[in-house]
């Protein structure tokens, strides 16, 4: 009901938000970064002594119950609640914050939150909460379709999320819990968790995948880049803390090696680059051959070079705008230092709006902001960008600089061939390479060419796009589901940026299946997943052709910081009157 009502809504969003139009807010200054005090390194003698008390509680944390989980985790959501306005000030203060002021940071928050509540609801459902249907593709092969789901059903109209099961394995949920469920009594295990710099949101999953998913407690240790979100998470978990579930400790290489090699740590979890992960395992600069040096079980997941792909068709010049604006949201979303990040752009060459979609996509990088490139060796990546090609295009608006922090421009390259483009090093920053690929501006043709070249060629298999218009999806039905399922990442995400994989917490995140550790790929691994399902391949993520109102996701949201506030008030504990006002709010945008 709540599905039906949210897709029949659009027409009535579209007229309400036009006629709002005239009222609306301008988009935001931009406000550089000043920076943030270094977080001093945790002594090793403080290091044993959180992970003895982590060893103490161990074997108790296997034994919780799952009410007792529940209960941790909607503690753990007051007290983000709590915590999120001032750690959003202090991650603009480093990062910077531009045309949707705070809103892109508070977003980080709502997904922090509704993460902890499905997992909440998902320890209340005994380790195996419903989806809203199960199916067979006709090879058999299982799929859920797990979002949206209840009232976010109105929030998330025309949207529909499924998680396809590996080949011949049953859509099973809830491993660990099953198993306990029988009286076996597990082991416990102490976790290294090595958080990454870019996200808070990316180190309070990996968490949450330990704790909920793995059953073990944790200690993390977070990236230098963004110890600053430490005591905000510290803050966010203080119930796991205070419980001797979770601990926080700080430091860089040294401390880090020291906790990969401690006696007390069973394992090891990741979300960084495959240089780290293979030093991890296989010892810097070691050859990656016979067996790895370390023995833990060390799961990560890693980037990608992330492909958009858009199927020729016959578009209308606001199909061309909005889904330029899809691009460049997955391109420059937290200044590109995201492994989902939009890396290269395939076009069909005999598409006959190709050169139209390459103006709306050089016009919308005119008029997204500058940013900070905040992410160390960012200035070296841009350089390396340019010397690689000829004839890199520079935009962006509103350069800027101030006590030593300055803007860098958007790069792109277009026309270039599959043999030119650079498809094995992931740039990381706000950098994008459109190739042409020879489809005869033919689906049928273009699509199996677009997605052996991602499959085969481009580095990665953790997120793609593909933006398909809704005529094209009916006409040549076969050749899109055909590439849907041909497509070896662990997101596919049809009209939407990959930034909405990852946010939607339902769906699962991580590597394809199959990687291994001496070519690991994109991970070994799937977090998120709230519904907990044991043997996924991949989640594909659907959305509208087009939003009615402006998509939240975009930076022309001229309302964005109220809107996001609404939905996480509403995502903490869904209810009629908090998802009325993020209505309200979004029609502002």
Not at 194 to 206: E, I, R
Request: aromatic share 8%; net charge neutral.
């Amino acid at each position: 009901m709540y599905r039906t009502l949210g897709g029949s809504s659009g027409p009535a969003l579209w007229l309400f938000s036009s006629l709002l139009s005239p009222f609306k807010a301008a988009r935001k200054q931009a406000i550089l970064p000043t920076g943030s005090t270094p977080v001093p390194a945790t002594s090793k003698a403080d290091i044993d002594a959180a992970l003895q008390k982590l060893t103490d509680r161990k074997q108790q944390w296997v034994m919780q119950p799952c009410a007792r989980r529940a209960e941790l985790l909607r503690a753990c959501i007051q007290q983000t609640l709590l915590v999120k306005d001032e750690a959003v000030d202090e991650t603009v203060r480093v990062k910077g914050a531009y045309s949707t002021g705070k809103a892109e940071e508070m977003m980080i928050y709502m997904v922090i939150i509704t993460e902890m509540r499905e997992l909440a609801e998902a320890m209340e459902a005994e380790g195996a909460p419903q989806p809203h249907a199960l199916y067979q593709r006709p090879n058999g092969q299982w799929v859920a379709d797990v979002f949206p789901l209840g009232l976010e059903g109105i929030l998330y109209g025309g949207f529909k999320g499924e998680l396809w099961m590996q080949p011949g394995k049953e859509p099973t949920q809830g491993a660990i819990y099953r198993t306990k469920a029988k009286g076996l009594k597990p082991h416990g295990g102490v976790s290294l968790v090595l958080g990454a710099g870019n996200q808070a949101s990316v180190v309070s999953g990996d968490i949450l995948f330990k704790l909920i998913h793995e059953d073990e407690v944790v200690i993390v240790k977070t990236n230098p880049v963004n110890e600053y979100v430490g005591k905000h998470l510290e803050q966010a978990f203080k119930p796991f803390v205070d419980a001797g579930y979770l601990a926080f400790v700080y430091g860089g290489g040294e401390e880090g090696k020291y906790l990969c090699n401690h006696p007390a740590v069973q394992s090891i979890h990741l979300t960084g680059s495959e240089a780290t992960h293979d030093a991890i395992v296989w010892g810097p600069g070691n050859p990656k051959t016979g067996q790895p040096q370390q023995s833990r079980q060390v799961s990560a997941e890693l980037g990608c070079i992330t492909p958009y792909i858009v199927c020729p068709g016959q578009w209308s010049q606001a199909d061309l705008d909005y889904h330029a604006g899809t691009v460049v949201a997955g391109m420059t979303h937290n200044a590109g230092h995201n492994c989902l990040k939009a890396e290269v752009l395939l076009l069909d060459k005999d598409w006959a709006q190709r050169e139209a979609f390459l103006t709306a996509l050089r016009k919308a990088l005119d008029e997204e902001q500058q940013r900070v490139a905040f992410y160390p060796g960012s200035d070296t990546k841009f350089q390396r960008f340019k010397k690689a090609f000829q004839g890199v295009e520079e935009h962006g608006a509103q350069p800027m600089q101030t006590d030593g922090f300055k803007t860098a421009p958007w790069l792109l390259k277009t026309g270039l061939t599959p043999q030119e483009a650079d498809v094995t090093h992931e740039n990381w920053v706000g950098v994008l390479q459109q190739i042409d690929i020879s489809g005869g501006g033919n689906p049928e043709s273009f699509l199996p060419k677009a997605v052996s070249f991602a499959n085969d060629t481009c580095w990665g298999t953790l997120s793609c796009a593909l933006i398909v218009d809704p005529v094209t999806q009916k006409t040549s039905a076969t050749a899109v589901d055909t590439a849907i399922a041909d497509l070896r990442y662990g997101s596919v995400n049809v009209n939407l940026p990959t930034i909405l994989g990852y946010a939607v917490m339902k769906m699962a995140w991580g590597g394809f299946p199959g990687s291994t550790p001496q070519d690991i790929q994109s991970g070994n691994c799937f977090a998120h997943n709230t519904l907990l399902y044991d043997n996924i391949q991949k989640g594909v993520l659907y959305g509208p052709w087009r939003m009615p109102i402006t998509p939240f996701w975009s930076s022309h949201h001229k309302n964005a910081l109220n809107m996001i506030q609404a939905v996480t008030n509403f995502v903490a504990k869904p209810n009629v009157i908090d998802l009325n006002k993020a209505a309200v709010a979004a029609l502002w945008g």
